[in-house]
């Protein structure tokens, strides 16, 4: 059985006189120990995806449908109360901006034992701080930030803190939302080789979102790349990467300077995003596409398997069709 | 934390002598002056008008007159009125409690109402509640609040008679005891409601922007994800978060408290601080002028002295200099 099994997944953000579709049509399967990247530019809807894994969207202006099936558990439609003993314990997350993840008027420890007794309501303080010590131990970190305040702890710092909360419970799957986006390219660097072992060390698998495609391809085994809500592109990170097949995956590729090889110019992509609350009858990069024919503007290109895992949804691919 | 309220001890009272010279300077280099205010405009007579010139010691430099007037103050003296023919600091001292009785109670009163609904508003975010209160906070915010004193004594006081039009005792009763009270609460209620009214749009705005702008912080959405249910994130975290911004406002009204609310004070003819000072003006009340203003200017320092202890024991990072 998958750990996660995301299917047929559309999230609707209802604004005022239309609808904007952020996730059309997500499927995603991530077994247990797995590590899967998202990657896409802003307002492809990777975020949105994982506000909906975690049960965190604003029900008030959006609506989710399909079915997202964690350790055989369907997310959507769970009671709130079911919900919660989820939370944390299995499925935990690190979010964007690590500076502003813990709030600026309590300790670090305070509020670290505030999440801990979430789901230990007995815990006395000093098991919390005993907690608080030990997560520290795992992600390098000194146990004096236990009495400080998020201020006095410098970006790397306050990203590592975020990262051992979300350890607290050895839940079964972490989802990093641009975790590292905020920090300078050495401590990312540090933070990312940590995480990978990490993983292996706490056996939980992770969804690392991301617009920085070097960042999935340092921590992840699998690729989800996600154009204008949906999947354009998936499979193993070495091939995905290395050969890509969606022309957008190719411009998002050439957007990024490469270590070795030839000297290229940077290219970026034409165009922007297409207006979300319209329908699109076609390929939704067709009117980025360079490559697109007449067909991509009218009919949607179902996923051509390459492989085992290798899906591309693109008509200029040659593959095996399938559904 | 010493070090913190030490400095702003120190800058507070530099502050207070600066306001002091330049209350003193300002007063005597407006037009006017109480000699011939005094000594009539009918028939000036130069005797007289000398004697009254080396009885308040006006003939003196103006320097000379500063130093005497510092050295008074720093003896508790703030000089006579010759207007009220008695002492400032008793004149000051009647008028205080009227005036901090009705400011002080409005402020809390104010405080306690706007927070409870901008709190309300931003958990029930765009409901018709919200919407109702946000849009009429603006009108009450825009309204000149002497037409609104008007407006209530119209209504309450000469239409329905529920409350009396002016004053803070009835004179012909002469109360004692807890009927005094009673009767001083029986007038207090008018003004307060006015300057309540006139006060909650801020309170309601503030608080109402800052729990939005808390609840919508990255670690609110981390206690979410952690489990944790949303009373105890409001309580624990939100609340602590969006107080700020209240405690500051609010501190900086408390020193308005002393100097109260002139145009109200005068629609409903209640015997404060602020139509003594308007009297001062016009009659060229220097002593009391300059009177009030110490104490203005020592209520405002040690308000603002307050809300900076107080905002640095809530937020650590202010602490940090």
């Given amino acids: 059985m998958a750990l996660l099994d995301i299917r047929n997944v559309n999230i609707?953000?209802?604004?005022?006189?239309?609808?904007?579709?952020?996730?059309?049509?997500?499927?995603?399967?991530?077994?247990?120990?797995?590590?899967?990247?998202?990657?896409?530019?802003?307002?492809?809807?990777?975020?949105?995806?994982?506000?909906?894994?975690l049960g965190l969207l604003p029900t008030n202006i959006t609506s989710i449908a399909g079915e997202i099936i964690f350790k055989g558990t369907n997310l959507i439609g769970l009671s709130r109360e079911d919900y919660a003993k989820l939370r944390w314990k299995e499925l935990s997350a690190v979010f964007q901006k690590s500076m502003n993840s813990l709030s600026p008027v309590h300790k670090v420890g305070k509020q670290m034992a505030a999440i801990y007794r979430?789901?230990?309501?007995?815990?006395?303080?000093?098991?919390?701080?005993?907690?608080?010590?030990?997560?520290?131990?795992?992600?390098?970190?000194?146990?004096?930030?236990?009495?400080?305040?998020?201020?006095?702890?410098?970006?790397?710092?306050?990203?590592?803190?975020?990262?051992?909360?979300?350890?607290?419970?050895?839940?079964?799957?972490?989802?990093?939302?641009?975790?590292?986006?905020?920090l300078d390219v050495i401590t990312e660097g540090q933070i990312l080789r940590e995480l990978v072992t990490l993983q292996e060390k706490e056996k939980m698998a992770s969804i690392v979102i991301t617009h920085n495609v070097s960042v999935v391809a340092t921590t992840c085994k699998k690729v989800v790349v996600m154009y204008a809500g949906r999947i354009v592109e998936s499979g193993w990170t070495d091939q995905v990467l290395v050969t890509p097949k969606h022309p957008y995956t190719q411009g998002l590729l050439k957007s990024f300077p490469a270590f070795h090889g030839e000297r290229q110019s940077l290219r970026g992509i034409p165009g922007s995003l297409p207006d979300l609350s319209m329908r699109i009858p076609g390929c939704v990069f067709a009117p980025r596409c360079p490559h697109a024919v007449d067909r991509c503007h009218k009919e949607r290109p179902s996923d051509i398997l390459l492989g085992e895992h290798w899906r591309v949804a693109c008509f200029l691919v040659e593959g095996d069709e399938k559904q | 934390m010493t070090k913190y309220v030490m400095k702003r001890l120190i800058i507070g009272l530099i502050a207070v002598v600066l306001s002091v010279a330049i209350n003193f300077v300002l007063i005597r280099v407006a037009p006017g002056d109480p000699i011939t205010i005094m000594a009539g405009m009918d028939n000036p007579?130069?005797?007289?008008?000398d004697h009254l010139i080396s009885k308040y010691g006006l003939d003196k430099p103006i320097l000379t007159q500063f130093g005497i007037y510092l050295s008074n103050i720093a003896r508790g003296d703030f000089g006579y009125s010759y207007r009220n023919n008695q002492p400032v600091m008793g004149l000051i001292g009647q008028r205080l409690f009227p005036t901090f009785l009705m400011t002080f109670s409005a402020a809390i009163l104010a405080l306690v109402i706007g927070s409870a609904l901008g709190l309300a508003a931003a958990r029930t975010r765009d409901s018709r509640m919200d919407r109702f209160f946000s849009s009429i906070s603006y009108i009450f915010d825009a309204m000149p609040g002497f037409w609104l004193a008007l407006m209530l004594i119209l209504l309450f006081a000469s239409r329905l008679k529920w409350f009396p039009t002016m004053g803070m005792i009835n004179m012909r009763a002469g109360y004692t005891g807890w009927a005094h009270v009673?009767?001083?609460?029986?007038?207090?209620?008018?003004?307060?409601?006015?300057?309540?009214?006139?006060?909650?749009?801020?309170?309601?705005?503030?608080?109402?922007?800052?729990?939005?702008?808390?609840?919508?912080?990255?670690?609110?959405?981390?206690?979410?994800?952690?489990?944790?249910n949303e009373k105890q994130i409001f309580r624990k975290f939100v609340l602590k978060n969006a107080l700020l911004p209240t405690v500051t406002i609010f501190g900086l009204s408390l020193a308005g408290c002393f100097m109260g609310a002139s145009l109200i004070e005068i629609v409903f003819a209640w015997p404060g601080m602020g139509r003594l000072l308007l009297d001062a003006i016009t009659k060229r009340d220097y002593s009391v002028l300059s009177g009030v203003y110490f104490i203005f200017s020592m209520m405002l320092v040690s308000a603002t002295i307050l809300v900076d202890v107080v905002c640095a024991a809530l937020d650590p990072r202010i602490r940090l200099e």
């Fill in chain 2, 182 to 228: 009673l009767d001083v609460l029986y007038h207090l209620a008018l003004p307060v409601i006015c300057l309540v009214l006139l006060n909650v749009p801020r309170y309601f705005r503030i608080t109402r922007a800052a729990v939005l702008q808390v609840m919508s912080e990255d670690y609110i959405t981390l206690f979410r994800a952690s489990g944790m």
């Fill in chain 1, 118 to 182: 979430v789901h230990m309501p007995s815990a006395s303080d000093s098991e919390c701080r005993k907690m608080g010590y030990n997560l520290f131990e795992k992600v390098g970190l000194s146990s004096r930030v236990y009495d400080a305040y998020p201020h006095e702890l410098s970006g790397g710092m306050a990203q590592r803190v975020a990262i051992a909360l979300s350890l607290m419970f050895h839940p079964a799957l972490v989802i990093l939302d641009e975790a590292t986006t905020a």
């Fill in chain 1, 12 to 53: 609707v953000y209802k604004m005022e006189g239309h609808d904007i579709l952020a996730c059309d049509d997500v499927n995603i399967t991530m077994e247990t120990q797995d590590s899967l990247g998202i990657v896409g530019e802003s307002g492809s809807g990777k975020s949105t995806l994982a506000m909906g894994i």
């Fill in chain 2, 45 to 49: 007579n130069q005797e007289m008008i």
